[in-house]
């Protein structure tokens, strides 16, 4: 995969509850995710401390999502007719909720990037900025 060029999955853009930190898809394959964002980086020996902090801070991330979604009612998930769809105030609870852990996990991947992007070189900068906002 070439500069640029991105597998579906890790493209950016997607509404805040959905996707990959929204619905568990960011806890189900991090440490694939994690593997390819390394490679396409290219990730040195003399980076390794600076990366394994954002790696890290990447698990973390999802951890809380899939927790989060472990949490939420079977309704909130996918309404069925014994399972109603969740009621306005139940619905805005839950987008808060998802909100909250949204701006954490923000938070934790912003302090683990910094560190790592100051020590990248300008073709490695290049690459993550195409490639690591689709992994939140």
């Known amino acids: 995969m070439g500069p640029g060029m991105t597998m579906p999955m890790m493209r950016g853009g997607m509404p805040m509850g959905a996707g ?9 394959h991090v440490e694939g995710r994690i593997a390819f964002l390394k490679a396409e980086i290219g990730i040195t020996e003399a980076q390794t ?11 973390a991330n999802g951890r809380a999502m899939t927790e989060l979604r472990a949490q939420m009612p079977q309704a909130a998930q996918q309404p069925t007719a014994t399972t ?15 909100a909250t852990v949204h701006i954490e996990a923000l938070h934790r991947l912003r302090a683990a990037l ?12 290049q690459a993550a900025d195409s490639l690591v906002m689709g992994m939140m």
Do not use: I, K, S
């Not at 990959?20 to 189900?28: D, L, N, S």
């Not at 109603?84 to 998802?98: G, K």
């Open 84 to 98: 109603p769809a969740l009621t306005l105030p139940q619905r805005l609870e839950q987008r808060e909720r998802m």
């Open 49 to 59: 401390a600076q990366w394994n902090a954002f790696a890290e801070a990447l698990r």
């Open 20 to 28: 990959m930190m929204g619905h568990g898809m960011m806890g189900e």
């Open 114 to 125: 910094t560190p790592l992007y100051t020590v990248l070189t300008e073709q490695q900068r």
